[in-house]
């Protein structure tokens, strides 16, 4: 009898901390939340790195799911294909379904909000593409062109460009193990791709070709260096860390993934930030995997484990729905005119904030989970 694939908390709860992560980074430049701006420094509005954690805890997660299915394929290519077509069509199911509901409803909610405000240019077409382009691992290029054209619809889909760079993955990857012909042989091509990525690839690319934030090439090393830890996990690696030392390490990495980047400048940034953000992410995931309570620390376990197990839904809304809060307390109603700029401000992101996690809420429990299930 198969084990039943472990649940690992510590990994539910670094999704949360970069939910929170990328709610920083989005705030720091949704107009007109200048209180931000004004109440928090440069240094701790920096949150690019949390796609790259969500990036390897994705390739772990996919990687380590499937792992156990890959156990008595020993034939060639072709013969190993034939004998996984019933999981392999499961797994594309559970992806759709995982994937393609709730951005359906954010798309159509992106739409109401676009169509109330008269937008211009004509969005209308592009929006209704983005759900198709999302599944099907396009539209992080779509992305890199609307934001140079400024396209407006794409301040709400933008966080949408992460999952397009998952899709190719989950196309591509089971393939790829499937060609290998052992556990060795696909921990042995996680590693290299991840490493060939990680310090020749993207930092080539964005030093060369330009800092490309939504390029798949990019991001992909994550993914890749998170399958290795699957692979890793699986042949009975030990960290022996007592839980104060993991949690040590786990602080140490979440400030280098947070700070670091934010101190360097011009080449520096674009050569190193992204290697500092790729190795801070990946030991994180590691040390989740291994060290049991090693995302323990200050008091936020709760916090962190809700928000990470609602962290597609909370993921998903939160650009659509600081737009529509802006356009509602600008144009419509609120009591602006007896308050400071700050305060305005101030109170404009508490509404945010409050209808955030009740949005979130909502999403998850009728249309997140719901469509999981149906998956299964």
Not at 64 to 91: A, M, P, T
Not at 148 to 171: D, H, K, R
Not at 334 to 354: A, H, M, R, T, V
């Amino acid at each position: 009898m198969k084990q039943p694939v472990k649940f690992f908390d510590d990994i539910e709860k670094l999704r949360g901390f970069a939910c929170i992560l990328v709610l920083f980074q989005h705030l720091i430049w949704i107009c007109p939340y200048y209180f931000v701006i004004s109440i928090v420094p440069d240094w701790l509005s920096i949150g690019s790195g949390a796609v790259h954690i969500f990036f390897a805890i994705s390739g772990f997660v996919i990687t380590y799911s499937l792992s156990s299915k890959l156990e008595n394929l020993n034939g060639n290519f072709l013969e190993n294909l034939k004998n996984s077509r019933d999981w392999i069509s499961k797994f594309y199911s559970k992806r759709f379904f995982r994937i393609f509901p709730l951005v359906l409803v954010v798309t159509i909610i992106c739409g109401f909000y676009l169509q109330m405000i008269d937008a211009k240019p004509d969005w209308q077409s592009a929006l209704m593409r983005s759900p198709l382009e999302i599944l099907f691992g396009t539209f992080n290029n779509s992305v890199e062109n609307f934001v140079s054209q400024n396209v407006i619809y794409i301040s709400g889909m933008g966080p949408f460009w992460t999952l397009a760079v998952e899709a190719q993955f989950y196309v591509l990857w089971p393939l790829v193990l499937i060609f290998c012909k052992n556990d060795n042989q696909r921990a042995t091509v996680s590693l290299l791709l991840g490493l060939i990525f990680a310090l020749f690839v993207t930092p080539l690319s964005n030093l060369y070709l330009g800092d490309h934030y939504y390029w798949t090439l990019n991001n992909v090393a994550e993914l890749f260096l998170g399958s290795f830890l699957a692979y890793l996990y699986k042949s009975g690696f030990k960290i022996n860390l007592s839980k104060v030392e993991a949690n040590f390490f786990s602080l140490f990495f979440v400030f280098a993934i947070w700070f670091y980047p934010s101190a360097l400048k011009n080449v520096e940034k674009v050569f190193f930030g992204n290697i500092v953000e790729t190795i801070s992410s990946v030991f994180l995931v590691m040390l989740c995997v291994f060290c049991e309570g090693s995302f323990s620390f200050l008091g936020f376990n709760k916090i962190f484990t809700y928000l990470g197990k609602k962290s597609f839904s909370f993921y998903s809304i939160q650009l659509t729905l600081a737009n529509v809060v802006i356009w509602f307390t600008n144009s419509i109603y609120f009591p602006k005119d007896s308050l400071s700029k700050n305060e305005f401000f101030f109170y404009q992101f508490l509404i945010f904030l409050g209808l955030l996690l009740a949005s979130t809420e909502l999403l998850y429990r009728f249309i997140e989970r719901p469509s999981r299930q149906l998956g299964r």
